[in-house]
């Protein structure tokens, strides 16, 4: 069965750092690019940044560009979000998602697995 495991979430003060990490178990992560999500209270659920199977090529909302990288490592089925300078509209659940699809993909749908998420908070 197909697992992403987040983590790294927490509480951060504005105009700080966190990596967010997701694992993932039970697929052949080199055919798979990745992608991480967000989610706020009452707003729908948004791409964040996605990397194609290789690494080779990444894709970020116009929101988190310049301050958060995605990266991977297939060696360890991991895929990483570094942010940095979080502010308070960067709170939501993070996810991490899966697509067998060629290339970086933004909508949701074409994503085939899913994490569970994890908690960012940013307190002003």
């Known amino acids: 069965q197909v697992q992403l495991v987040e983590s790294g979430g927490g509480l951060v003060q504005a105009g700080g750092s966190l990596r967010l990490s997701c694992v993932a178990s039970?697929?052949?992560?080199?055919?798979?690019?990745m992608g991480w999500f967000r989610q706020a209270p009452g707003k729908e659920r948004e791409f964040v940044a996605a990397i194609s199977r290789s690494g080779g090529s990444t894709s970020y909302a116009d929101s988190v560009k310049g301050r958060f990288t995605i990266s991977r490592d297939n060696t360890k089925n991991t895929v990483y979000l570094q942010m940095h300078s979080l502010q308070p509209e960067d709170t939501a659940v993070y996810y991490c998602a899966a697509s067998s699809r060629v290339g970086i993909r933004t909508l949701t749908r074409l994503y085939d697995y899913w994490g569970q998420g994890t908690q960012v908070t940013v307190s002003s």
């Open positions: 039970d697929l052949t992560f080199g055919n798979y690019a």
